[in-house]
C-alpha cells in the first residue's frame, strides 16, 4: 500500500493503474517525447487543444513535444489479421491545463485496444475505465453513450450538415433551449423535436433508459440499441453496476469516433477525469483498417483532491553536531529507521523541520 503522505494522488494511481490494466493483458506501450510538428497538426481535431509546443530539431526539422499518446500509438502500430494490439501507458504530455490555462506537463495514463474489435472488448474496456474509476474513488459516476444512436436520428430529423453540427453542439452541453430554437430555425417537425428535445433529457439508470429508448425505436438505430441492452446486461453483475449509467448527451467528434464513447467522474472534481471510446474514424483517417477503443485519465486533476497532510516532516530529528563517531551516527540511525519511524540528521535545530521527537547525540543517545 502506497503512503499518502509520502506519494502525491497521481503518482499513486500510477502504479495501482499500471497492475490492473496488465491483469487484462495490456502491455506498456513508451514512445519518445517527440514528434513531427506536422504529424499533430494533421490531426489538431482530435487532440484536446490544438495548441503545441513546437521547436526546431539540429538539423532544422520541426518537432513538437507530445500533447497525445493515442496519435502515435496508432501511427507506430500496424494491422495484423487477427490479432487486437493491446497496450497501456503512463506519457506525460504536454498541453494547456483547464485550471491555469498555460502550458502544463500532464501525467496520463490510459489503455487502448485496436484490431477487430467486438462486443466483448467494448465491455473490457467499459470494466476498466469503472475499476479506474473505482480505484481513485469510491464515489464515481462512468456515463456511457451510443453515438450510433445520435447519428440515425439526426439522418431521420434533417440532412442538413449545419443543423447537424449545432445540434450536437447543444445536445453536448444539455442546451435544450437552444436546440429547440434550432428545430424551429431549420423547421423540424414538431413531432420529431420532441422526440429529439426527449432524447437530450435521457440520463439515469440503464433499464429505464432503456425503456425510454424502445418508446422512439423507429427512429434510431435498432443494432445500436441492442448493443446497449447486451452490454447492460453484462455490467448488471458488477457490485457497483449502479454507478454506470447511459447519458446521450456524452457526445464526441463524429469525424474520429464511433459507437460507444463514455466519460467518469469522481466526487471532489468538476470536470471528467476519464474519457473514452471507439474512434474507428480515426484510424481511417490515418490509413489503417482495423477498429479501436480506449481511454484515457488525466490524472493532473487528481492534484484537486484532498489528501491528508502530516503535521511532521519527520518523526525524529536527530541532531549530531561535530560528532565525529560516524558509526556511532549510523547504527542510530538504523536503529530509529528499523523501529519504524522517520528520521532526518541535522547540525542543529533551526526551526525549518517539523518533528515529534528532539534526539541529540551530542550529549549521548
Known amino acids: 500500500m502506497l503512503d499518502n503522505k509520502v506519494f502525491k494522488n497521481e503518482e499513486i494511481a500510477i502504479f495501482t493503474l499500471r497492475s490492473l490494466y496488465a491483469k487484462y493483458g495490456y502491455k506498456p506501450f ?3 517525447k517527440f514528434e513531427e510538428y506536422e504529424f499533430y497538426i494533421q490531426n489538431k481535431d482530435f487532440l484536446v487543444s490544438d495548441r503545441i509546443i513546437a521547436f526546431n530539431d539540429t538539423n532544422g526539422k ?6 497525445d499518446v493515442t496519435l502515435s500509438i496508432i501511427k507506430n502500430g500496424e494491422d495484423i489479421n487477427g490479432y487486437k494490439q493491446k497496450v497501456c501507458y503512463n ?12 502550458f502544463k506537463e500532464i501525467m496520463q495514463t490510459g489503455v487502448e485496444c485496436i484490431g477487430e474489435i467486438g462486443l466483448y472488448d467494448i465491455y473490457e474496456m467499459i470494466l476498466m475505465a469503472a475499476e479506474t474509476l473505482k480505484l481513485l474513488s469510491e464515489d464515481f459516476v462512468l456515463e456511457i453513450s451510443h453515438l450510433g444512436l445520435l447519428s440515425s436520428l439526426l439522418e431521420n430529423i434533417s440532412d442538413n450538415a449545419t443543423f447537424k453540427r449545432e445540434a450536437i453542439k447543444y445536445i453536448s452541453d444539455k442546451n435544450s433551449h437552444d436546440l429547440s430554437c434550432l428545430c424551429d ?14 432524447f437530450v433529457s435521457i440520463y439515469g439508470e440503464r433499464s429505464l433508459v432503456l425503456e425510454k429508448l424502445d418508446q422512439i425505436g423507429n427512429y434510431i438505430s435498432c443494432e445500436a440499441v441492442n448493443t446497449l441492452k447486451t452490454l447492460s446486461c453484462l455490467l448488471d453483475n458488477l457490485s457497483y453496476s449502479s454507478k454506470i449509467v447511459f447519458d446521450f448527451s456524452a457526445v464526441s467528434d463524429m469525424n474520429y469516433y464511433n459507437g460507444i464513447v463514455f466519460k467518469g467522474y469522481i466526487s471532489g472534481i468538476s470536470q471528467g477525469v476519464l474519457t473514452g471510446g471507439q474512434y474507428d474514424n480515426l484510424l481511417s483517417k490515418m490509413g489503417r483498417d482495423s477498429g479501436a477503443i480506449g481511454f484515457a485519465t488525466y490524472l493532473d486533476l487528481l492534484e484537486d483532491l484532498p489528501t491528508e497532510k502530516s503535521a511532521y516532516d519527520v518523526d525524529v530529528l536527530l541532531l549530531c553536531g561535530d560528532v565525529t563517531d560516524n558509526t556511532l551516527l549510523v547504527n542510530t540511525v538504523n ?3 528499523n523501529s519504524g519511524k522517520t528520521v532526518s540528521v541535522q547540525n542543529v535545530d533551526t526551526g525549518n523541520i517539523r518533528y515529534k521527537e528532539l534526539k541529540s547525540l551530542k550529549g549521548g543517545f
Not at 91 to 102: G, M
Open 185 to 198: 430555425e431549420y423547421g423540424v417537425e414538431q413531432d420529431l423535436k420532441n422526440i429529439l428535445l426527449s
Open 335 to 337: 536503529q530509529i529507521i
Open 62 to 67: 520541426l518537432l513538437a513535444l507530445k500533447p
Open 91 to 102: 506519457e506525460n504530455v504536454y498541453r494547456v491545463s483547464e485550471n491555469t490555462h498555460q
Open 30 to 32: 513508451k514512445m519518445s
